[in-house]
């Protein structure tokens, strides 16, 4: 085990507080990220002292900076814990945490309520952290299987009103490398974490993703096609340069 630096547990950025958390990796190289609002900084087990507080002093920099561009306007982060909620374009989801006797752990939706049964045994075992992480799986699993037949009509009406294309299979992606794709054999891909930024910005994707069925590339022509459907789109794609990475 190799002890870490005393670091700060928040960046503090213009009005805005953001925690971090600073981890141990096995590998050669440190990492920083943003993710969910937190700063997430993964230190080379192979620095010394010195090195990672130099590193973290960098980290930390580079992070202030992306984070005072953020403007938290327009969404709200999911909050996936008991008594949490999470606000989407169409319903806000309340997030119920129960300990039962069962063995393994299910979530249901009830009424706007997501419910999550954790096996006592195994969240005894967990640290709260842990809990987390496995609460936010099933919270998520219900949302995106709930929230599937609003991304279809959504699609749906953009191609009708702009495309007229096929679209061979539309489905949510709980991807983190990219906001949506669309295959040659016309399957599209959107992000799941969209459905936490402003709806124009939802909608943007899908009009990007819609385009590709007219050009397969991001050539003149194909921001033509996109502008068609949404004129307005480059403030979708601001957006999503200057906030997309919080989106978790
Ligand atoms: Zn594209």
């Not at 910005?201 to 385009?211: G, N």
Request: charged share 30%; with cysteine; glycine share 6%.
């Amino acid at each position: 085990m190799i002890s870490l630096v005393i670091y700060p547990k928040f960046l503090q950025v213009g009005e805005n507080t953001f925690p971090v958390r600073c981890e141990v990796s096995r590998g050669r190289s440190s990492t920083v990220k943003i993710l969910n609002g937190e700063v997430v900084i993964r230190l080379s087990r192979y620095a010394g002292e010195f090195q990672q507080a130099k590193i973290i002093e960098k980290f930390l920099t580079w992070a202030g900076k992306r984070l005072a561009k953020f403007k938290p306007s327009g969404f709200i982060l999911p909050d996936y814990k008991d008594g949490g909620k999470v606000f989407t374009h169409n319903k806000v989801y309340d997030i119920v945490v129960k300990i039962t006797d069962r063995k393994n752990n299910t979530a249901r939706l009830k009424e706007g309520v997501i419910e999550i049964f954790l096996g006592r045994v195994f969240a005894e075992k967990l640290s709260e952290k842990g809990r987390g992480v496995v609460v936010k799986k099933l919270a998520e699993d219900v949302i995106l299987k709930d929230q599937t037949s609003y991304l279809n009509e959504v699609v749906d009406e953009l191609n009708q009103m702009h495309f007229q294309e096929k679209v061979n299979l539309c489905r949510f992606k709980k991807t983190r490398s990219r906001f949506g794709s669309m295959s040659r054999k016309r399957n599209m891909n959107i992000s799941f974490r969209l459905l936490f930024a402003p709806r124009d910005v939802f909608r943007y994707v899908c009009v990007h993703e819609l385009s590709h069925l007219k050009e397969f590339n991001h050539s003149k022509r194909f921001w033509a096609v996109v502008a068609g459907a949404m004129p307005e789109y480059k403030d979708a794609e601001k957006w999503l340069r200057h906030n997309g990475f919080m989106l978790g």
